[in-house]
């Protein structure tokens, strides 16, 4: 018994003593991002140039996989069953946060099978207009909604996206209704949008931004307590009869759970560094009209159960499927 005990520690302890080690020489061979969701997007290039960076930083190869479906779940559930050896790495998208009560059982638990990494960063949605609509604030859609209830259509990036859940809330807050029109990405909801054929569309300001500086949409609000810089010109629904309300949407990185501390504190360290790199800020600033948040992983596990307290609230409430 004692010889077992002693195995037992002498083991624990080589263990122990072998993570910095495995920390130091990672990574020793290519490393694999999936992201659950099909090229182009936002999630993807993101991935993409992040993973270029790290390349030249460390001298391996970062390959993206895309795995798309299910809202991005599909993917997730791969990266939660995959090693958990510092060799896959998952990024996401805000429907992260919503999965877990959209979608019945999923195989794999979104908080216990998945290890935080860094909340990369954060932004506003822009509710926008075809310049033809009579929509110049979002106060004229308040007024206009609640004088003809359902007469002012909304397209969303589908049922249960994070522009569908933002509009629930705001209606419920101003006390108007208007039709959701939920889509099948954003690409054939701007589609619609700078057709016309939908009155308003809500997508994040990375969707939206080109259209609008443009000219081809109106944008009249953003979802953020605050303005945009990359709309600087466009009232938050804050400022527009609804005091301190936010919605943003969000970017993350996660590990499956049981990768080894140190290799996430090392990915964790060269990430942060991989931000600040004046072309990628630049990109995710300007592009992707975020604001960079490089969190630890502490604070993305806090932001991921508020996000998911949040929306779990707004789904169950008011009997919201997926499409």
Not at 65 to 88: F, Q
Not at 104 to 111: A, I
Not at 192 to 199: C, E, H, S, T
Request: glycine fraction near 10%; charged fraction near 15%; aromatic fraction near 6%.
């Amino acid at each position: 018994m004692l010889q077992s005990i002693v195995r037992y520690c002498a083991i624990a302890l080589l263990a122990l003593a072998a993570m910095p080690a495995c920390a130091q020489q990672w990574p020793a061979k290519p490393v694999k991002f999936i992201v659950p969701f099909p090229p182009g997007g936002t999630v993807d290039p993101l991935a993409r140039l992040v993973g270029s960076k790290l390349g030249d930083a460390l001298g391996q190869q970062f390959i993206v996989e895309n795995k798309p479906g299910a809202s991005g779940s599909i993917g997730s559930g791969l990266a939660a069953k995959s090693p958990a050896d510092g060799y896959t790495f998952l990024f996401v998208f805000d429907t992260h946060a919503v999965n877990p009560t959209l979608i019945p059982n999923m195989p794999f638990d979104t908080v216990r099978d998945l290890a935080p990494v860094m909340l990369v960063g954060t932004a506003p949605m822009a509710i926008v207009t075809h310049p033809s609509k009579p929509y110049m604030s979002f106060g004229d859609v308040v007024k206009a909604a609640k004088a003809k209830p359902d007469a002012v259509s909304i397209g969303s990036i589908g049922n249960g996206s994070l522009g569908h859940l933002t509009m629930t809330l705001v209606q419920q807050a101003g006390g108007f209704r208007v039709t959701h029109v939920p889509y099948k990405g954003g690409g054939p909801m701007t589609q619609d949008a700078l057709g016309g054929q939908v009155d308003l569309a809500i997508g994040t300001v990375a969707l939206l931004a080109a259209n609008v500086k443009g000219g081809k949409l109106r944008a009249i609000a953003v979802t953020g307590d605050r303005r945009s810089h990359a709309m600087p010109d466009v009232p938050a629904l804050a400022e527009q009869g609804f005091p301190g309300f936010s919605a943003l949407a969000w970017w993350g990185v996660f590990a499956p759970a049981g990768t080894p501390k140190p290799i996430i504190d090392k990915f964790h360290a060269e990430l942060v560094k991989a931000l600040k790199l004046p072309d990628v800020n630049k990109m995710l600033t300007e592009n992707l009209g975020m604001d960079v948040q490089s969190s630890t992983p502490e604070a993305l596990q806090k932001f991921l159960l508020g996000e998911i307290a949040r929306w779990d609230k707004v789904v169950k409430d008011n009997n919201i499927r997926a499409d």
